[in-house]
């Protein structure tokens, strides 16, 4: 009964028009039919359904044409004008209210990542998207050979997964420059990895970098940014990892810090490699493909598709050039570290 009276309103001067078509047999005037589609606009923005809105139009129309002479065909052709009229104009505000909800959401997020207005303001927002500030949080990022938007096929199949696996669980699924942000709940420790699994294989084998769990408003901040440095590490440490964990790659952070230092590091342990045939990067990827597979020659010589010998040939170079013998413990962490150091520093394309 409550229903009923909240559609009444919406049909305000529908049986009259109804009635008068099936006598005369005319068409909806334009004015009529605006009439209709301000009235569809008006019962979307009070939370109505269409469902109940039309079952309310066809009950009128019951009511109204039997009482009344006239034309069958005439008393269709206007109930159909009248409530595709009255949907147009339902629509229409729906489309609307998204397109709103869409610029709020892109607006908060614009804010909550670049740390803009007021804390208490932000969390007071968040909650309206799922989200409690006051708890810590943790930041996904995964980004794909293409840029990606909202709404898109590929957030979307990305969405719908991890709905379909947790629920409702104050999760916030969004884009940002392209990539696709997961913003979920520190203790929520399945969320991410699920997250990034569902990305990798949405994005074809895109990357995805996690970051730690921080808390308050400023930790969204904190940990989508420990994402992001996550994946330009990885650019340019050539990690070929597909999910990577800020936590597991402070050291390199910590190593590029103090630039000028890893510089001369570089340049007084790496530096006479330049003296090679060839130049430094040769001998240079040998170390990287040594150290990267736990200084196992067999495993380094398979990944720079070469012998054993001639592997075993490089090192001895690089030992004769540098004086560093790459399998002394006692030099082999300066040599690992100043060799990530020139990964980090884009040594030997880019002088010291």
């Known amino acids: 009964m409550r229903e009923r009276q909240g559609t009444e309103r919406y049909l305000d001067g529908f049986a009259g028009l109804l009635a008068d078509a099936a006598a005369t047999g005319r068409r909806l005037t334009r004015q009529e039919l605006e009439s209709r589609r301000a009235l569809g606009e008006q019962a979307a923005e009070a939370g109505l359904g269409l469902r109940a809105l039309v079952g309310a139009h066809l009950a009128a129309a019951r009511t109204v044409w039997p009482a009344e002479p006239g034309s069958a065909d005439g008393a269709l052709a206007a109930l159909h004008q009248a409530v595709d009229a009255f949907a147009e104009g339902y629509e229409r505000a729906q489309r609307l209210a998204v397109r709103q909800e869409e610029a709020a959401r892109r607006e908060f997020i614009d804010d909550l990542l670049y740390g803009r207005s007021n804390l208490g303001r932000l969390a007071e927002r968040a909650e309206r998207f799922g989200l409690r500030l006051s708890r ?19 957030p979307r199949r990305v969405e719908q997964a ?15 420059d392209g990539r696709l942000l997961c913003i979920a709940p520190g203790h929520e420790r399945s969320v991410l990895p699920s997250f990034a699994k569902y990305a990798h294989d949405a994005t074809g084998g895109g990357r995805v970098a996690i970051g730690r769990p921080q808390p308050g408003p400023g930790g969204v901040v904190q940990s989508y940014e420990e994402a ?10 050539g990690l070929d990892d597909p999910v990577l964990r800020a936590e597991d790659l402070l050291v390199y952070p910590v190593l590029a810090r103090d630039r000028q230092a890893m510089a001369d590091l570089v340049r007084n342990t790496l530096g006479p490699l330049t003296a090679a045939r060839g130049g430094a990067q040769p001998l240079l990827d040998t170390l990287n493909a040594y150290f990267d597979s736990g200084c ?16 075993t040939y490089r090192l001895a170079r690089i030992r ?5 013998d790459p399998n002394d ?10 060799t990530i150091g020139a990964r980090l520093l884009d040594w030997p394309a880019k002088e010291l």
């Open 296 to 311: 196992v020659a067999t495993e380094a010589a398979r990944r720079l598709s070469l012998s054993v010998r001639a592997l």
């Open 136 to 154: 810590a949080h943790a930041v996904a990022v995964a980004e794909g050979p293409t840029p990606y938007s909202e709404g898109e096929p590929v």
């Open 329 to 338: 413990p006692a030099h082999r962490y300066r040599l690992q570290t100043a």
């Open 162 to 176: 991890l709905l379909a696996r947790f629920g409702d669980r104050d999760v916030l699924l969004t884009t940002k």
């Open 320 to 324: 004769q050039l540098t004086g560093a």
């Open 228 to 237: 992001l440095n996550a994946l330009e590490m990885a650019e340019r440490l």
